[in-house]
């Protein structure tokens, strides 16, 4: 199993106070020495992470870059400039917090903007939710990989196995018994399972992520048709405690 550090929340914490500290570079030499790749987001408003951000980590960092970005015609091109090693096209809201579900795969342009990543040479990721038609849709795209929305799963097993639900961080439709948390846990682990098989029977490459943490990421470490997981917030949220050299390395003791 392959780990992805998303480096996003380090520019979170810069951006906090406008200064360059601390540093998202450096937290990618960090990220390169003990993780498989290093993931960025760069959203269209510039939020966190930005294109000098991306122009450091591509010119100077050795590891495998993964670049998170919309499927619109400035994100394309700023990818096509740095070429990193792969491009996962994601959806985007303004007012969301974080990605809120899989990209649309019937978006105009999108067929041509594959092409053109792949014309130049870099891999591409399709961020999508785990059914059948979306799979499908991604194949007859020419994606190289898929990578699952775990969002659901992870907001579910945090209803399940935390205090959440007494907190204002709650989601209401997740306000259940236990009984029928664990059934809906249960559906939505085999739904994951069913959809990377279906990929990887499909030769998609098949990526996982969102909302996957220290608690809940066992389970879906053990579906062994996903063969990268790209995680953020709680590897760098676990870092304030411990720094970040452990924090990754107690995930990937987690996912072998």
């Known amino acids: 199993m392959l780990l992805g550090v998303n480096i996003d929340h380090i520019a979170v914490l810069r951006e906090a106070r406008k200064v360059d500290d601390p540093q998202v570079l450096e937290a990618a030499f960090v990220a390169a020495r003990y993780a498989d790749l290093i993931t960025l987001h760069v959203r269209e408003d510039r939020r966190h992470a930005n294109e000098n951000d991306l122009k450091e980590i591509t010119t100077f960092c050795k590891s495998v870059v993964n670049l998170e970005c919309a ?37 105009k342009g999108l067929d041509s903007n594959i092409n053109k990543l792949k014309q130049a040479g870099i891999e591409v990721s399709l961020f999508i939710d785990a059914n059948e038609v979306d799979i499908s ?12 929305h775990t969002g659901v799963y992870a907001n579910l097993h945090n209803a399940l196995f935390s205090n959440i639900l007494h907190t204002s961080y709650k989601i209401k439709e997740f306000e259940l018994d236990k009984n029928s948390l664990k059934l809906k846990l249960k559906d939505e682990l085999e739904r994951l399972k069913t959809a990377a098989v279906l990929a990887q029977s499909l030769n998609l490459f098949v990526v996982a992520g969102h909302g996957l943490n220290y608690k809940n990421v066992k389970d879906i470490a053990q579906i062994k048709e996903i063969k990268e997981l790209n995680i953020g917030q709680s590897i760098i949220a676990r870092s304030v405690f411990v720094g970040l050299k452990e924090a990754i390395l107690e995930m990937k003791s987690l996912i072998v």
């Not at 194949?139 to 990578?147: C, G, H, M, P, Y």
């Open 137 to 148: 849709k991604a194949k007859l795209l020419n994606a190289d990989s898929i990578e699952l």
């Open 71 to 107: 499927n619109t015609d400035e994100m394309i091109e700023l990818a096509l400039h740095y070429k990193p090693y792969k491009v996962t096209l994601v959806p985007e809201k303004r007012q969301e917090l974080t990605t809120e579900g899989g990209l649309n795969l019937d978006i």
